[in-house]
Structures are given as C-alpha cells and as structure tokens.
C-alpha cells in the first residue's frame, strides 16, 4: 500500500490538496501544517512552490478569481507514488457507482492511489442544468473517500479555477510524478465522446486510459485509441438519478455513502429538481 490513505504522517497533500481528517494537531510536528477546518483539524503538507500556497488570489475585474497556476499538485507530494489513476468528474454527488469503480480498478490495475478529481468547471455540463458549488462537491468526495484505502479526493482543478480540462491535470501530475505511470479511468459514456475533450490528443499520449463499462446504452469507443477495460460491478446508479431521487424525497440510502447522504441533507442540497440529459461526461 502505498501510505497515501489513513491518517498516517505520509497522509499528507498539498496545501489545500484533498485534506484529511486528524484527530488533534501535534506541536511536536511542525510540518505539515495543521489547520481548522469547521472545528476539524486538518492536516496539510504544504507545497513546496510558493505559488502554491495560501495567498489569496487576485481577482479580475468581473469580481471572478484568477486561476490557480498549473503546478498545484493533486496528489501527496511525499507520497512519490509510481501509479497514479485520474479520475475525473463533477462528482454531484458521488455515489456507489465512482466509488466501486475506483477501487476496483485501483485493484486491477495495482494503482497505488486513484484521484477522485472534482471538476471546477465541468464545461461540457455547463448550461444543461445548475452544477452544485465546487466546495459542496469537493466536500462530498472527501467525505466519501476519508476511510477508502488508496482513494484520495483532489482539488488541484477547483484551486486551478477555470474550466476544468484533464490535458492540464495530467500534465500537472507528469511534472509532480515524472517517474509515475499514469492512468485516466472514465465510464463508457465519458469514454465515447473523449475526441470533444481538450486536447485529448495530449492525454492519450500522457495516460493510458481505462475505461470501465456503464449500465445503459452500449456506446461506440474511438477506435484509434487503446483503451484498457476493466471490468467492476455494474451498478446503475447516476447522480443525476440521485438529485432528482432528493427533489422527489424518494430515498438515497445505498446509493451512496452515508457522510456523503449528511452533507447533502446538511447542506440542503438537490432540494429543487433540475433538468438534465443524463449520462453526460464530466471530464474533458
Ligand atoms: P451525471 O448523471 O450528473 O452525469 P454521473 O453519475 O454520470 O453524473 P459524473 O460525475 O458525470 O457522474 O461521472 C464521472 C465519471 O464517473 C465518468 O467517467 C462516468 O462515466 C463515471 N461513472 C459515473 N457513474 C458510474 C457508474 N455507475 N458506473 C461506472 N462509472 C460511472
Ligand atoms: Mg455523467
């Protein structure tokens, strides 16, 4: 295993960077830094870039932050893991489905650590209904990832800003982790429409992709690309079913986990019904 989950010293991100839960900061450890988060502790490494860390960013004239430079890294820089799995999405909210994905192809495929990339902007989505806040969503997945062994919530692309494209993550992980193989894990349905992505001539050529198959309509994958398939449980479960289970007040349980079921109801989210084709990548 490769250290990056649990709450062990080696459990540690870049500032910001998927944080974990700790039990109580320690004076005898001066870094990483220790910081509360809504009466949490928090433990953080701090990254080594001075851009990086916690200076506020500028904002533009509109009133919008400037976006985070490309190196903030998305996963534990002490970590120096060798193979690394992205997977990307809006994650609103994260259910089941990503989570047995996840650790079934990190199984598979002997990842040391799969990075459940919340997109900031997820621009294919934009406009077909309304994205819940990037911090609700970041939120979930690290309360969904906080007891999973090897799965990490990364926010490199919320602290980025902007639109979220996967050609940038992976090129940010390729300069952290120049040794490490990696991976881009996308359900069927993200798979077959990859040629729409940013540069996706790039992330062919950074990862190998992965794609797992996704109960629905059988799709077409681009035949120029290898693609690795894994095989995991087919669980037809979308988040688009489970927003629409909340505005309806039919019931989640199982659907996804219970502190990620807490902070929906804690945050009042889903409450109203949004319209959404579903099925839609969120990567790009
Ligand atoms: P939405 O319904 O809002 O589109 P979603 O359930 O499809 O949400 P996304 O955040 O869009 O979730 O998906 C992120 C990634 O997870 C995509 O690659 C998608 O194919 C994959 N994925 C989502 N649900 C499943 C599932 N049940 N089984 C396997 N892969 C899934
Ligand atoms: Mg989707």
């Known amino acids: ?29 001066p870094a990483p830094a220790w910081r509360s988060i809504g009466g949490d502790y928090v433990q953080y490494n701090t990254c080594q870039r001075v851009s990086c860390r916690s200076a506020p960013r500028s904002r533009t004239r509109t009133g919008a932050r400037e976006p985070r430079p490309l190196h903030c890294s998305p996963v534990p820089a002490a970590a120096a893991p060798s193979r690394i799995g992205l997977f990307g999405g809006t994650f609103d909210p994260p259910h089941v489905g990503h989570l047995v994905t996840a650790v079934n192809v990190r199984h598979a495929l002997g990842l040391d650590v799969v990075v459940l990339m919340v997109a900031n902007v997820p621009w294919q989505k934009q406009g077909a209904r309304t994205i819940s806040p990037a911090d609700d969503r970041f939120a979930m997945v690290r309360a969904a990832v906080a007891d999973v062994d ?10 980025r800003g902007g639109a979220s494209y996967t050609a940038d993550t992976l090129a940010v992980l390729a300069g952290e982790h120049p040794a490490a193989t990696l991976f ?7 798979a077959a429409g990859i040629t729409t992505w940013e540069r996706h001539d790039e992330v062919v050529a950074r990862s190998n992709l992965v794609v797992v198959d996704r109960p629905g309509a059988p799709v077409r994958l681009p035949e120029q690309f290898d693609w690795i398939r894994v095989e995991v449980p087919h669980l037809e479960v979308s988040s688009t079913d489970l927003r629409a289970r909340v505005a309806d007040g039919r019931p989640l349980d199982y659907l996804l986990t219970d502190p990620v079921l807490q902070i929906v109801r804690e945050r009042g ?13 969120a990567a790009g």
């Not at 649990?6 to 004076?27: E, N, Q, Y």
């Not at 109203?272 to 990548?281: C, H, I, K, T």
């Open 1 to 29: 295993m490769s250290g990056v989950s649990g709450a062990t010293g080696a459990d540690t991100v870049c500032l910001g960077h998927g944080a974990k839960r700790g039990r109580t900061p320690s004076s005898a450890s």
């Open 150 to 159: 090897g799965l990490i919530a990364g926010d490199a692309e919320i602290r």
């Open 184 to 190: 881009t894990i996308v359900g069927d349905d993200a």
């Open 269 to 281: 989210l889903y409450r109203e019904a949004s319209v959404a084709p579903a099925g839609v990548g």
